[in-house]
């Protein structure tokens, strides 16, 4: 039985995948469907599959950077793409990045899809099998790799110490882009495997952290970094909200902000932040700051567990 993960938000062609593989026997496939790549990342972390469906419009990710994010993740999953997207690049972007096949979306059909996951499955075979013996060099350079490999023959890649280490779910509440990619980056740099959710508002992230409504699967983080300044609801309130809630103050919650206003330090601290780091001008001294958080609470920091 072959084990699929499809990763799509639009219910209509999730559907339609799961008729298609219905269509050429479903009880050929063990299929599953997450909406979004932080889901997909926390599951194949625990979970064995042999094919990641993968779609390039995720509410979490956009474009060829998922195709990135997941192969760096998960660098024994074979990987076929389904996208809407129009740009005339983005097969030959996914297929450096990492993509073994790619279809479009509305235009594959059920022989289309059920080729498209045996090819890429043998494809991937092959690319291992025609790797030296010991830890292929795209593969030692993952920040996150599960325990076992669905593809591969597990005697051909075997897993060092650091690949065993429990995976980190960060959650990062901040409403501006730039800020929540550089930060992304410094950590995916940094070699801890970790997730990294982001959630664009307060009334986001409060209902990511109760797990209702579209977050209903959400993960647990083990850390959440906290921009003040949010849209919908304040950064203040979430604060105070995650503090008073049993379930959730135990949470380390790290305050990164612009304000630099005494009242607003000694009220985060009074609503029992565990830090308060006041943002940078700059560029590289953002990324800097970054650097220490990632230091101090994912490598020498004991934080509570997810259960």
């Not at 972007?93 to 899809?113: F, I, P, R, S």
């Not at 980190?168 to 730039?178: C, G, K, Y």
């Not at 979430?238 to 009242?263: C, F, G, H, N, Y």
Request: proline share 7%; aromatic share 4%.
């Amino acid at each position: 039985m072959t084990r699929v993960l499809l990763v799509e938000d639009d219910a209509a062609h999730a559907r339609l995948v799961h008729e298609m593989l219905k269509e050429r026997d479903l009880r050929r496939f063990e299929y599953k469907r997450v909406d979004t790549l932080a889901a997909a990342l926390r599951l194949l972390y625990d979970q064995h599959f042999d094919v990641v469906l993968l779609d390039l419009g995720l509410p979490d990710a956009f474009g060829p950077e998922s195709v990135g994010r997941l192969r760096k993740a998960a660098p024994s999953v074979p990987i076929v793409v389904l996208s809407g997207l129009p740009e005339k690049d983005l097969p030959l972007e996914a297929a450096q990045l990492g993509a073994q096949e790619y279809l479009v979306k509305g235009e594959e059909d059920a022989e289309q899809l059920l080729r498209a996951i045996k090819d890429s499955i043998e494809r991937w075979r092959k690319t291992v099998k025609s790797m030296p013996r010991g830890r292929p060099a795209e593969l030692e350079a993952a920040a996150v790799s599960r325990p076992h490999s669905p593809a591969a023959d597990p005697g051909e890649i075997p897993l060092s110490h650091d690949d065993q280490r429990p995976l980190l779910d960060l959650l990062l509440i901040e409403d501006n882009p730039s800020d929540a990619r550089l930060l992304s980056e410094v950590f995916k740099e940094a070699g801890v495997p970790t997730v990294m959710s982001v959630a664009r508002d307060g009334e986001e992230a409060m209902m990511f952290l109760r797990r209702r409504g579209r977050f209903a699967n959400a993960p647990r983080p083990a850390l959440i970094v906290l921009d003040l300044n949010l849209p919908r609801k304040d950064g203040r309130e979430v604060l105070a909200e995650i503090k008073q809630d049993p379930d959730l103050r135990s949470i380390p919650v790290v305050v990164l902000t612009t304000s630099s206003a005494q009242q607003d330090i000694q009220k985060s601290y009074d609503l029992h932040a565990n830090c308060y780091i006041v943002k940078p001008m700059g560029l590289e001294e953002f990324a800097q700051i970054v650097r220490s958080i990632q230091d101090f609470w994912l490598s020498v920091t004991s934080l509570p567990s997810a259960s």
